[in-house]
């Protein structure tokens, strides 16, 4: 979907103007880069940045760490049973819902103006959605309107490989937020078993339910000797 992505220019920019973009829906994100889906730069990822997600004059050479807001409407119709955060990402990030951290990977615990990635992930890893199923993100999910914030980290401003020396830095962030619901509840048997696929065909005949019985005969003791159970109607 559409986000917004601001890279701060100083320490005393982040503090004085970046104060709740992880937090508030009200801050004012109106000068940030407007994009849609995947926001990066540098190859490989091409083809993963959407329409207007280039970050290459914002990062390249000026910094590792841009961030990032989505927002969306929620709006309840069924239980919520599960939170699926899945992410492309290229070094590392750290992501909030509403303010609460959901998922992270190679970020340090406090995130300032220009922080780095702590480690290099490797561009063939960056391309597969590395996905996490947060604890806490259901509760922070609200009916309405809902921010989506991340801080992405590249491990460095500037990559210089080859002779003579070329700056090959790149990075990206594209990311999913999917929740499970439930929308009915059968009561009966899978007769195959489908772990991982959808279900089949519940059956509900099952035949005759033994109840109501009136006798409590002891368990026979099994085994070939063991005397024939009667049951009588």
Do not use: H
């Amino acid at each position: 979907g559409p986000g917004k992505a601001m890279s701060p220019a100083s320490e005393a920019d982040f503090t004085t103007n970046f104060n709740g973009w992880n937090t508030s829906l009200a801050f004012n994100d109106s000068t940030w880069q407007a994009g849609t889906g995947g926001f990066g730069f540098g190859a490989p990822f091409e083809s993963e940045v959407g329409v207007g997600g280039d970050l290459t004059a914002r990062m390249k050479g000026i910094t590792p760490a841009c961030f990032l807001r989505y927002s969306f409407n929620y709006t309840p119709s069924a239980q919520l049973t599960s939170m699926r955060l899945k992410t492309k990402f290229d070094d590392g990030y750290a992501c909030y819902l509403n303010g609460v951290l959901i998922g992270s990977t190679a970020n340090p615990a406090v995130i300032a103006w220009n922080s780095p990635a702590l480690s290099d992930r490797l561009d063939s890893s960056a391309t597969t959605a590395s996905i996490v199923t947060p604890t806490n993100g259901i509760p922070a999910l609200v009916s309405g309107p809902n921010l989506l914030a991340f801080a992405l980290l590249n491990s460095a401003a500037t990559e210089l490989t080859g002779s003579p020396a070329v700056d090959t830095t790149n990075t990206l962030l594209r990311s999913e937020l999917e929740v499970d619901t439930v929308t009915g509840v059968l009561i009966g048997y899978l007769t195959t078993a489908t772990r991982g696929n959808v279900n089949t065909a519940i059956k509900t005949a099952v035949g005759p339910a033994i109840n109501a019985t009136t006798d409590d005969p002891p368990q026979p003791a099994g085994g070939v000797g063991s005397a024939p159970l009667l049951i009588t109607t």
